[in-house]
């Protein structure tokens, strides 16, 4: 298994440091949208399709204007998974599956990009998209970027280092599973990957900075407040995120943990050229 890691738009609010605890000043923060693309024997899976082209395209209606001036959503059709994975030299058509952490706007843009994918979700998330009974949560699932068949999963497969699991993803390798992870959204998980030489967890939005696994976790004051205001459960998010710390303390060394909009990567992961990663582990 090779896994690339990609980034497929990003989101650039004032606010520099405050957000995303590196970029000097209080200018534009650099928030990734970083997806994982990985060569499997059943063909390419994406976990995660940040921004696709018709976000770039067409961003009313298919964004909600809040989110697009509160955020800054930067959107460019070089930066969406189907040109990235072109750019490496992949045809789209090949993307057998696309394993998804939630169905925020953020991460499932890219899906009408692929319409031959299989799409492998939670089944609460996939119900809590389609109720969208509040405000935030109509800003948050936008029907237009949710238009795809999906797969929905909710029965309890075996523990994973003690975390419950989703498993038998329709058609997908038996090392590629969902963990759940919820409180950010009502559905949200975490997707697990054996490459072989360990493994790799892509945690979503269960955490927004890779120093939230920290002892005691750190968080930029913006991304903070950032995650209260998008969570829907913070005693859910807050029990996800002890366990992702407990997961990097335990077993550090066997599970790599990546999440979506921590600009900066691990130092376990290389970075070959701009825009896209290869992981390499053991
Ligand atoms: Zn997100």
Redesign the pocket.
């Known amino acids: 298994m090779r896994i690339h890691v990609i980034e497929c738009g990003s989101m650039r609010p004032f606010g520099g440091r405050l957000w995303d605890g590196t970029t000097p000043g209080i200018g534009p923060a650099h928030l990734a949208?970083r997806c994982l693309l990985v060569e499997t024997e059943e063909g390419l899976v994406l976990v995660d399709t940040g921004f696709g082209l018709d976000d770039v395209n067409r961003p009313v209606p298919r964004l909600s204007r809040t989110f697009l001036v509160a955020d800054r959503i930067h959107l460019e059709a070089d930066e969406t998974a189907i040109s990235r994975l072109r750019a490496l030299g992949f045809n789209p058509r090949d993307v057998r599956h696309i394993v998804i952490t939630?169905l925020?706007f953020?991460?499932a843009g890219g899906l009408t990009d692929f319409p031959g994918a299989r799409v492998h979700v939670s089944a609460e998330e996939a119900a809590a998209a389609r109720r969208r009974t509040t405000p935030k949560a109509r800003g948050r699932y936008r029907p237009a970027q949710l238009a795809h068949p999906m797969r929905e999963y909710d029965a309890p497969g075996e523990p994973w280092f003690g975390l419950p699991t989703l498993r038998g993803l329709d058609g997908l390798p038996e090392g590629i599973f969902l963990v759940p992870l919820p409180g950010?959204t009502a559905g949200h998980c975490g997707v697990a990957l054996d490459t072989g030489h360990g493994w790799v967890l892509h945690a979503?939005?269960a955490v927004f900075m890779h120093a939230e696994l920290d002892e005691p976790p750190r968080m930029p004051p913006l991304a903070s407040a950032y995650a209260n205001f998008?969570q829907v459960d913070r005693d859910a998010r807050l029990e996800s995120r002890d366990r992702l710390r407990a997961l990097a303390r335990d077993h550090g060394e066997e599970v790599t943990i990546l999440c979506?909009?921590d600009p900066v990567l691990p130092p376990r992961v290389l970075q070959p050229g701009p825009g896209q990663r290869i992981l390499t582990l053991g």
């Open positions: 949208c939630h925020d953020d991460h950010h979503g939005d998008m979506t909009h």
